[in-house]
């Protein structure tokens, strides 16, 4: 059954991880800032996910996962590949606890 215009499943059938899912990550997130504050939990390390767009209107999109934790979601768009890549190894820098990055690997600009 195909769902209403405008109206998106919660999940596709190609899809590794629901709305829902993500959504409840961040809600645990944001309840965890308001009692600790922006730093991740302590001994918590951390994953970076990039999905890399094509230059134009496609969005580039970095999300920080701390295990089931997930920071606010960061994106841009309008710069090349390469402008992409110094970007994110800015965002990864930045955050002493993120262990390693995990890269969309379907191509650039499938979301």
């Given at each position: 059954?195909?769902?209403p215009l405008?109206?998106?499943?919660?999940?596709g059938s190609?899809?590794?991880?629901?709305?829902?899912?993500?959504?409840?990550?961040r809600?645990?997130?944001?309840a965890?800032?308001s009692?600790?504050g922006?730093?991740?939990?302590?001994?918590?390390s951390?994953?970076?996910?990039?999905?890399?767009?094509?230059?134009g209107?496609?969005?580039n999109?970095v999300?920080?996962?701390?295990?089931?934790?997930?920071e606010?979601?960061?994106?841009?768009?309008?710069v090349?590949?390469?402008?992409?890549?110094?970007?994110?190894?800015?965002?990864f820098?930045?955050?002493k606890?993120?262990?390693?990055?995990?890269?969309?690997?379907?191509?650039?600009?499938?979301?």
């Amino acid at each position: 059954m195909r769902a209403p215009l405008g109206e998106y499943p919660s999940q596709g059938s190609n899809q590794l991880i629901s709305r829902e899912w993500i959504s409840r990550a961040r809600s645990r997130w944001d309840a965890y800032v308001s009692k600790h504050g922006d730093s991740p939990p302590i001994a918590s390390s951390g994953v970076m996910g990039l999905d890399v767009g094509e230059f134009g209107s496609d969005a580039n999109a970095v999300c920080f996962r701390y295990g089931e934790y997930v920071e606010r979601n960061i994106t841009w768009q309008g710069v090349d590949t390469i402008a992409t890549a110094e970007r994110a190894v800015v965002e990864f820098k930045t955050r002493k606890t993120i262990c390693g990055i995990k890269v969309d690997a379907t191509g650039i600009g499938n979301f």
